[in-house]
């Protein structure tokens, strides 16, 4: 079992940068991949982006490809998500999740945070 724990949104404006942190704790190793999502009220949870610890290899939404980078520090277990040219309809909660496959994929995360609220005003 791992914790993680979200920081980093808040409210900022549209075009700005926001990076998001998620600290890992517990059996990092039988949690290969980390994954972000987000909710936006009335909506359903999709995913964002995932990485592998191993290798930094990564996927992404189509939604944010080119805007958003995930990225992993192993020294502090750390994952990050660096928000770049945010829009209004990237408002939403972000989550961030443990995988205990090696597979990356945006499916069969467990071992959630609370979440952290992104809003971006227009």
């Known amino acids: 079992q791992v914790n993680v724990v979200e920081s980093g949104g808040g409210l900022v404006q549209a075009g700005d940068s926001l990076r998001l942190s998620c600290a890992v704790s517990g059996s990092i190793f039988s949690r290969p991949v980390m994954g972000w999502f987000r909710q936006a009220p009335g909506k359903e949870r999709e995913f964002v982006a995932a990485?592998?610890?191993?290798?930094?290899?990564?996927i992404y939404a189509d939604s944010v490809k080119g805007r958003f980078t995930i990225s992993r520090d192993k020294a502090k277990n750390t994952v990050y998500l660096q928000m770049n040219s945010l829009k209004p309809e990237d408002t939403a909660v972000y989550y961030c999740?443990?995988?205990?496959?090696?597979?990356?994929?945006?499916?069969?995360?467990?071992?959630w945070g609370q979440g952290t609220q992104v809003t971006v005003s227009s």
């Open positions: 999740a443990a995988k205990s496959t090696s597979i990356l994929s945006n499916v069969a995360y467990g071992d």
């Open positions: 990485v592998k610890w191993i290798d930094d290899s990564t």
